[in-house]
């Protein structure tokens, strides 16, 4: 999907050659948004969550800023990032630039938006994770990784720290996603996160799938009595 604007046109499962590895688990617990809004350290499943920063087994995801215009903009231009990232196009700096004010607007007022991947105590830019629109139907989750650091389950990682913090201190009723039609690896990553097809809309580099997750399950059918 190609970029709108300056706002990054990602998708959750928009991720090439991702070979999947353990997440990490835990269950999402509800809190108010005005917690996460307060920047208070809060427990999401196995993510904890302090100034909109997610800190999982592995991983660091911290808001992007300003001073990571380089380093952001030499990832999301990667041939094998921006391939199904931005369907090949390659973001310009000052749409970087744009998309980084973005973010920080969107923390500011609603507590999400863009965060950068790396490592604990290591400086590289594994990735990015996000929320952000989707169309009108409510935000959906988006990765992406640089193919230095494939193969170690960090998608899923990463993706799953969103998608906990969404459901559950920000708040969110549901989760979205979308994948291109034959990248199978993202596919993995979003069915590991518990998310399901609900449907399938044209794109740029041909079909793509719809995935959601809710914050509760649905309830079961009561059994009839006769």
Do not use: C
Not at 66 to 78: E, F, G, K, S, V
Not at 97 to 124: C, N, P, Q
Not at 127 to 156: C, H, K, N, Q, V
């Amino acid at each position: 999907m190609r970029h709108l604007a300056a706002r990054p046109a990602v998708s959750a499962a928009h991720l090439p050659g991702e070979e999947l590895a353990v997440p990490v688990h835990g269950r999402a617990e509800l809190f108010d948004l005005r917690d996460a809004a307060h920047g208070e350290l809060r427990q999401a499943g196995s993510v904890a969550v302090v100034d909109h920063a997610l800190t999982t087994e592995r991983l660091v995801l911290r808001p992007v800023t300003a001073r990571d215009r380089d380093a952001l903009l030499a990832h999301w231009t990667l041939p094998d990032v921006r391939r199904f990232l931005f369907d090949g196009a390659a973001l310009s700096a000052g749409e970087i630039t744009e998309t980084i004010k973005d973010s920080a607007r969107d923390f500011a007022a609603s507590g999400y938006g863009v965060w950068l991947i790396r490592e604990h105590d290591r400086a590289e830019l594994a990735g990015t994770a996000g929320l952000r629109p989707l169309e009108d139907l409510g935000l959906e989750i988006f990765y992406s990784l640089a193919p230095a650091w494939w193969g170690r389950g960090y998608a899923t990682e990463a993706a799953r720290a969103v998608l906990e913090y969404a459901l559950g201190p920000l708040g969110l009723p549901e989760v979205l996603a979308e994948v291109d039609e034959g990248n199978a690896a993202s596919v993995a990553v979003v069915e590991r996160l518990g998310m399901t097809a609900n449907a399938v809309v044209p794109g740029v580099l041909g079909p793509m799938t719809r995935y959601r997750r809710t914050a509760w399950p649905p309830p079961r059918a009561l059994p009839q009595v006769s």
